[in-house]
């Protein structure tokens, strides 16, 4: 084996892959990933911006004081009522900036298959679903507010988790199918190896997908979702349809490792964990910031019109947030590449796909670059992972 690892330059088959995506091509999926950092410090600003406004201008305090009488001093329909009128108004003032990052700009990098009426319809048929959902949740949590002023931070991490995991456990039954079609995959040899790896690893083999992305997106990806028994695996049509049964055997196998290590479970942990910390500190920042703007007319933390200044220190806390999120994630991402290479045994194929996601994530960044910005390790870090895998298991059979 020393003899095979040594005749084995890892760095220069990693370079060598990497050398294959160059010029405009390069130029390109640098641009539309570095953008999206734009994006992210962008979002987060019109949203604090939005939800300033409506603070500042005295809509806040006019709408929690509309959505009271209107339920009667109700205070549970009053906060829905607020939320749910605050969530649309805020939604048609960030309407453009919403279309030119889900739409417009998705077109122009060319990975849009969607008109903007498709594109309309599925953000408000999203919205449908969320809304009303997320507005009972958040009046329940202000009932908390109001009634436990010291505790309900603990009640409402708890009821986080309990709408997330329902969320979660409802997407492939009942949300996901209002989208897009999921059927089983048709038989074919890469069927019979996908399914025969899902059964060495212990997950259930009628559980692989194949869903119709290609009506939104030029994308290749898969993935793992639901809860418990509603859990599947799937992929998606345009990554079937690069025909490249090693490439897709070693994606299938990457998502294969995020069932088997549990990582909904773990994200949705994690998630609480942050959220909680976030409600620990709008228990400190909500009521120090409406004590030093009495013009916003904002009655205390408990009242409807509260939310607007609560969007505000969720929006700071999340964006700065950023990088320990993307880095949770990312983590879970590393672990289920190495699954995934040891599980396919396909370390070209899947150096051929990391290749493909490239298309719309940079490749090679720099270390801080990736640590902040990046929820998957980046293009050479898969293919440098991959290539270092194949190095210790050269000349073994089954090794694609
Ligand atoms: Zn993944």
Do not use: C
Not at 53 to 79: I, Y
Not at 116 to 123: A, C
Not at 246 to 263: D, I, K, N, W
Not at 326 to 342: K, T, V, Y
């Amino acid at each position: 084996m020393a003899i095979a690892q040594a005749a084995f330059d890892v760095e220069a088959a990693t370079r060598a892959y990497l050398a294959t995506v160059s010029g405009a091509a390069r130029i390109r999926s640098d641009a539309y990933f570095e953008g999206g950092y734009w994006l992210t410090l962008w979002g987060a600003l019109i949203s604090i911006g939005v939800a300033y406004l409506f603070l500042r201008m005295g809509w806040a305090a006019r709408l929690s004081a509309w959505a009271q009488r209107q339920t009667g001093g109700r205070m549970f329909l009053a906060t829905a009522l607020f939320l749910l009128v605050f969530s649309l108004l805020t939604a048609v003032i960030e309407l453009p900036w919403q279309a030119y990052t889900g739409y417009f700009r998705e077109h122009q990098y060319g990975m849009s298959n969607q008109t903007l009426g498709e594109w309309l319809v599925e953000m408000l048929k999203g919205a449908a679903i969320s809304l009303p959902i997320t507005a009972l949740a958040i009046a329940a949590l202000f009932i908390g507010v109001r009634r436990s002023p010291k505790r309900w931070w603990a009640y409402g991490a708890a009821g986080t988790a309990v709408v997330m995991s329902f969320f979660i456990a409802a997407g492939p039954v009942f949300i996901e199918p209002l989208f897009n079609t999921y059927k089983p995959m048709p038989a074919s040899p890469l069927q019979a190896q996908i399914l025969s790896m899902a059964r060495a690893n212990g997950v259930p083999a009628h559980d692989v997908l194949v869903v119709d992305a290609s009506k939104q997106t030029k994308r290749i990806s898969a993935n793992v979702a639901g809860l418990g028994p509603t859990t599947r695996v799937a992929l998606n049509d345009n990554l079937l349809a690069t025909k490249d049964d090693a490439g897709t055997l070693s994606v299938m196998g990457h998502e294969l490792g995020h069932y088997v290590l549990g990582h909904v479970v773990v994200l949705i942990l994690s998630f609480v964990v942050l959220i909680t910390l976030a409600f620990l500190v709008v228990s400190v920042a909500v009521p120090a910031l409406i004590r030093r703007n009495p013009a916003w007319g904002i009655k205390d933390i408990g009242d409807p019109g509260a939310f607007a200044v609560w969007s505000i220190v969720f929006s700071v806390f999340f964006l700065l947030l950023t990088p320990v999120t993307n880095s949770l994630i990312r983590f879970n991402e590393h672990q289920a590449d190495i699954f995934g290479l040891n599980a396919a045994r396909a370390p070209d194929g899947f150096a051929r796909s990391a290749l493909r996601l490239g298309a719309y994530r940079k490749l090679e960044p720099g270390p801080i670059e990736e640590a902040i910005f990046y929820d998957h390790p980046s293009g050479a870090t898969r293919i440098r992972m991959a290539m270092q895998w194949k190095s210790e298991h050269l000349n073994e059979p089954g090794v694609r």
